[in-house]
């Protein structure tokens, strides 16, 4: 049982190239999240998702996008990386969104860095 | 609305108690508690629900005042293994995802 699994852990990208973060949990939860979290900083709800082909924004959208064909997998993809977007992107995932007595639970995260 | 939590940091020595206290603004209907070790990935430790009672775990308990909107999380007989930011994580009703607050770095001393 691997949990939630992120891969790359680190990449860096030049200003104005894309890439995609993968995301996959073996757990069958229907609910998945992207965070990103700055130095020093809390966690922001990027994309969520609360079953296959079903997407939503949370806070901090802009400069991404989700898709979820499948329960396990939840790719962030972003577009013309901007050194704003420098940050620990931790996806998450749980078997429902409200009274969630299992938690959250994490992948290792992907340090990006953009420059 | 992001939860407010305090103190934002706070040094002890092993063996003495701490305090973290998550409100918000917003009704809630959950509060989550997680810690994040440096350069890891957040790790829940629990939730209490609306209506709920004080939870816990060995010398970690939590406490939901629904009045006051507010969560603390009580540690006993700190270890240097609680050392780690600390993390609320808010739902309000009719959200299905956490907002988190910015944390309370805790440091414990031996």
């Known amino acids: 049982n691997a949990g939630v699994t992120q891969t790359p852990k680190f990449r860096i990208l030049k200003i104005g190239q894309s890439m995609t973060l993968q995301c996959t949990q073996d757990?069958?939860?229907?609910?998945m999240y992207w965070y990103r979290q700055d130095p020093g900083m809390g966690l922001k709800l990027i994309y969520y998702?609360?079953?296959?082909?079903?997407?939503d924004k949370g806070e901090v959208p802009n400069g991404y996008n989700v898709s979820r064909s499948t329960t396990e997998d939840f790719p962030l993809r972003l577009e013309l990386a901007a050194p704003s977007q420098t940050s620990v992107y931790f996806c998450a995932s749980s078997y429902s969104g409200q009274s969630s007595f299992y938690g959250y639970t994490f992948g290792s995260g992907t340090r990006l860095t953009v420059v | 609305q992001q939860p407010v939590q305090s103190p934002q940091a706070v040094i002890l020595r092993e063996g003495e108690d701490a305090v973290i206290n998550c409100s918000s603004s917003k009704a809630l209907y959950s509060v989550h508690w997680y810690r994040q070790k440096h350069g890891e990935a957040p790790v829940f430790l629990m939730i209490?629900?609306?209506?709920?009672e004080q939870k816990g775990h060995e010398k970690i308990s939590a406490s939901f005042n629904e009045k006051k909107q507010q969560s603390s999380l009580y540690l006993t007989a700190s270890q240097l293994s609680y050392s780690g930011t600390y993390f609320c994580?808010?739902?309000?009703?009719?959200?299905?995802?956490?907002?988190f607050g910015t944390g309370t770095r805790l440091t414990i001393i031996p």
């Open positions: 994580g808010t739902e309000n009703f009719g959200n299905e995802k956490l907002t």
């Open positions: 998702s609360v079953g296959a082909g079903i997407t």
């Open positions: 209490l629900l609306k209506g709920g």
């Open positions: 757990m069958n939860h229907n609910y």
